[in-house]
C-alpha cells in the first residue's frame, strides 16, 4: 500500500520534521556563534594579560609570571625560581595555540620581547564545562520543538482535515444506488469543494449506471422466463405421452432439465446483481438440498462405474437464498460426477462443512489457483467457464468459505465452510 499512515499522521509528522531541522539548524547556528564568542574572549583576555605581563617586566624585570586558577605564564630564558614551559610548547612558535595536558585543555599565547619568550595558558575546563551543558541544553531544545511542532501539527491537522473527514461521512452515508444531494453545495470553493464536486458527479454517474442497470435485469428476467416456462411445459407435454421411444424419452428429459437450470441460473444471476436480498433469505435444510441435487445430476453418470457415498452427520439450516445456495451445491456435484469416469464419489455433511470428494481426473496444480476466475476453462473442462467463479461469488455475498484441493489423475476435494469466517 502506497499510503499506509492517515493525512493527520503524515501532517504531523511532517510539520514534526520540519520543526526538528529548523530547531537543530538554529541549536548549531546557536553553538556555533557561543563557541566562537567564547574563544574570541580568551584570546582577547590572553592578549591582554600577556601585553600586561610584558609591560609590569619591561619596568620590573623581576616581575614573576602570572599563576592562578585560571593562567599560568612562563618565560624563556627563565631566571632563578621562576617554572620553566612544559617541553611541548617550548618549542612553538609566536601565536594562539591549544593543547591537552593530562586532563586539563589550556588556550596558550606565546609572545617575544627583547630576547625573551612569554608563554601564557589559560584554563579552559570552566569553557568546556559549559559548552557541554549548552550542547545539552540545545539537544534538549531540538527533541522539545520537535514534540511541540508535532503535538501542534496534531491539533492543527484535525481542524484542517475536518472538512475532508466531513465529506468523506457524506459519501459514505450515500447509498450506491441512490442519486447524491449536491454535495459541494456544503463546502467552500477550494480545493475540497472541488473534491466533493467531482464525487457528486461519480456518484451521480454511478446511480445512472445502477438504474440502469436493474431496468435492464428486469427486461431480462421478464424476457427470459417466459420462453423458458415454455420450453419446461412443451417438454412436459411430450414426456406425458407414454408412447414415445426410450431414446426420444431420453432427450426431451435432458431438454426439461436444461430448461430448469437455465431458469435456476437466471434466478441466481438476478439475484446477485441485487444489493441485497435480505428479504429472500431463509433457513435451508442443506441436507435435502444436497439430496435433491444428487438426484438431479445423477444422470451425468450415465452407466460409468461410479459409487455415490452421502455421509450426513447433522442437518444444518443455513440462512441463505434457496436458489443461491442450490446454485452452490449443483456445481459441486456437477463437476464431480462429470469428471469421474471410474471409482467413487463420497459427500460428507456435518453441521459448517460440506465435503465432497472424487476419484476424477483432478487439477493440474498450476490450474488450481485459476478455476475460480471467471471464463476460466481448465484442459478437461467442458463448460463455459462460469460456475466456479459464481460460486465464489456466492460464498463471498455469504461469508463463506470454498477451497479446492486436487492431484491431477487422482482426484478433487471440494470444502465448503458455510460458517462465516
Given at each position: 500500500?502506497?499510503?499506509?499512515?492517515?493525512?493527520?499522521?503524515?501532517?504531523?509528522?511532517?510539520?514534526?520534521?520540519?520543526?526538528?531541522?529548523?530547531?537543530?539548524?538554529?541549536?548549531?547556528?546557536?553553538?556555533?556563534?557561543?563557541?566562537?564568542?567564547?574563544?574570541?574572549?580568551?584570546?582577547?583576555?590572553?592578549?591582554?594579560?600577556?601585553?600586561?605581563?610584558?609591560?609590569?617586566?619591561?619596568?620590573?624585570?623581576?616581575?614573576?609570571?602570572?599563576?592562578?586558577?585560571?593562567?599560568?605564564?612562563?618565560?624563556?630564558?627563565?631566571?632563578?625560581?621562576?617554572p620553566i614551559p612544559p617541553d611541548a610548547i617550548a618549542v612553538w612558535p609566536p601565536g594562539l595555540h591549544e593543547i591537552k595536558m593530562g586532563a586539563t585543555y589550556y588556550r596558550v599565547a606565546i609572545a617575544d620581547r627583547a630576547g625573551s619568550r612569554y608563554f601564557l595558558l589559560y584554563n579552559e575546563t570552566l569553557l568546556r564545562q559549559k559548552q557541554a551543558r549548552l550542547i545539552l541544553y540545545l539537544s534538549a531544545f531540538v527533541v522539545l520543538m520537535t514534540l511541540l511542532s508535532g503535538g501542534l501539527a496534531l491539533w492543527l491537522a484535525e481542524r484542517v482535515i475536518e472538512p475532508v473527514k466531513e465529506l468523506a461521512r457524506r459519501v459514505r452515508s450515500v447509498q450506491p444506488d441512490a442519486h447524491p444531494e449536491k454535495l459541494s453545495d456544503d463546502f467552500s470553493h477550494d480545493e475540497v469543494g472541488e473534491l466533493a464536486h467531482a464525487f457528486e458527479q461519480a456518484l451521480d454517474r454511478l446511480a445512472h449506471f445502477i438504474d440502469r442497470e436493474r431496468a435492464f435485469t428486469a427486461d431480462v428476467s421478464h424476457e427470459l422466463r417466459t420462453p423458458i416456462a415454455v420450453i419446461r411445459g412443451a417438454a412436459e407435454v411430450l414426456l406425458a405421452d407414454e408412447s414415445r421411444p426410450e431414446k426420444d424419452r431420453q432427450r426431451l428429459q435432458r431438454i426439461e432439465r436444461g430448461a430448469a437450470d437455465m431458469a435456476d441460473l437466471s434466478t441466481a444471476l438476478l439475484a446477485m446483481a441485487r444489493e441485497r436480498d435480505d428479504e429472500r433469505r431463509e433457513p435451508v435444510d442443506l441436507a435435502a438440498l444436497i439430496e435433491e441435487s444428487i438426484e438431479k445430476h445423477r444422470h451425468l453418470l450415465g452407466r460409468r462405474p461410479v459409487d455415490i457415498s452421502l455421509e450426513i452427520l447433522a442437518h444444518p439450516q443455513v440462512v441463505a437464498d434457496a436458489n443461491l445456495l442450490a446454485i452452490v451445491i449443483a456445481n459441486l456435484l456437477r463437476n464431480s460426477f462429470t469428471y469421474t469416469d471410474h471409482g467413487s464419489v463420497r459427500i460428507r455433511l456435518d453441521e459448517h462443512m460440506l465435503t465432497v470428494t472424487d476419484t476424477g481426473v483432478g487439477i493440474p496444480r498450476a490450474a488450481l489457483d485459476k478455476v475460480f476466475q471467471r471464463l476460466y476453462k481448465g484442459v478437461h473442462s467442458e463448460g463455459a467457464g462460469i460456475g466456479l467463479s459464481l460460486v465464489r461469488k456466492i460464498c463471498d455475498r455469504y461469508g463463506w468459505t470454498i477451497t479446492l484441493d486436487s492431484k491431477e489423475s487422482q482426484g478433487t476435494r471440494a470444502e465448503l465452510c458455510f460458517r462465516p469466517s
Open positions: 500500500m502506497r499510503f499506509s499512515r492517515s493525512l493527520r499522521f503524515r501532517v504531523a509528522t511532517a510539520f514534526a520534521a520540519v520543526g526538528g531541522v529548523i530547531s537543530l539548524i538554529t541549536a548549531v547556528g546557536l553553538y556555533i556563534g557561543v563557541r566562537d564568542a567564547g574563544e574570541r574572549l580568551i584570546d582577547e583576555t590572553l592578549n591582554a594579560e600577556i601585553q600586561d605581563y610584558l609591560s609590569r617586566r619591561s619596568r620590573n624585570p623581576y616581575s614573576h609570571p602570572p599563576a592562578t586558577a585560571s593562567l599560568l605564564g612562563y618565560v624563556l630564558p627563565a631566571r632563578q625560581g621562576e
